[in-house]
């Protein structure tokens, strides 16, 4: 499995946008708390959370091939399947974009529900904390963000029916979110919150 060095270096080379590169920071310290709750591979399923939009700026935000490529980032890094990326991985980073009608791989597992759940939290937090008078992470409290995800207009573009489907993993959304934020906010300096 390739280290934590290995996958910096390859979010550096691909990953140009700077509200990405947190984006897939945030989702990796999301995971990682996931994994702590269930007794899961920390390093694992934060790899899962660091690399799962590695192709997004690689194909222009281009919604058509998103995810598509991160196959071909691989193949040019000459990067294998099951030995550098593991394949549980692999499957909760193509099915976490699942709607799409040329990816084959759909949420089964407690990673792929986790990945996709955590990725869209991630960034309906981030928008829940740019609200707050203070701009802080740390002072979004979870019924706040319940509410907020009832609220259509707010952050729109965020899929709440993914975010719901945590429970499909077993824990409650309520704790879901706590453990969110303490993970966000365990690295607010880094993500600017
Ligand atoms: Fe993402």
Request: hydrophobic share 40%.
């Amino acid at each position: 499995m390739i280290s934590r060095e290995k996958a910096l270096e390859l979010l550096n080379t691909y990953v140009k946008t700077e509200w990405l590169k947190l984006h897939m920071r945030e989702s990796e310290i999301i995971m990682i708390g996931l994994a702590k709750e269930f007794g899961e591979d920390e390093y694992t399923w934060g790899l899962a959370g660091l690399l799962h939009d590695l192709d997004f700026d690689y194909v222009n935000k281009d919604p058509q091939r998103h995810v598509l490529e991160f196959d071909s980032v691989l193949q040019l890094e000459g990067l294998n399947i099951g030995d550098d990326i593991p394949r549980d991985v692999y499957h909760a980073i193509k099915a976490h974009y699942e709607s799409h009608p040329k990816i084959d791989e759909k949420r089964e597992s407690k990673m792929d529900f986790a990945l996709s759940a955590a990725e869209n939290l991630s960034g309906f937090l981030v928008a829940c904390a740019l609200v707050m008078p203070d701009k802080k992470i740390g002072s979004v409290q979870v019924e706040s963000v319940i509410k907020k995800l009832k609220k259509k207009d707010f952050a729109k573009a965020v899929s709440r029916e993914y975010i719901y489907d945590i429970e499909k993993t077993g824990i409650s959304l309520n704790r879901f979110i706590e453990i969110a934020l303490v993970q966000m906010n365990s690295i607010a300096d880094e993500i600017g919150l």
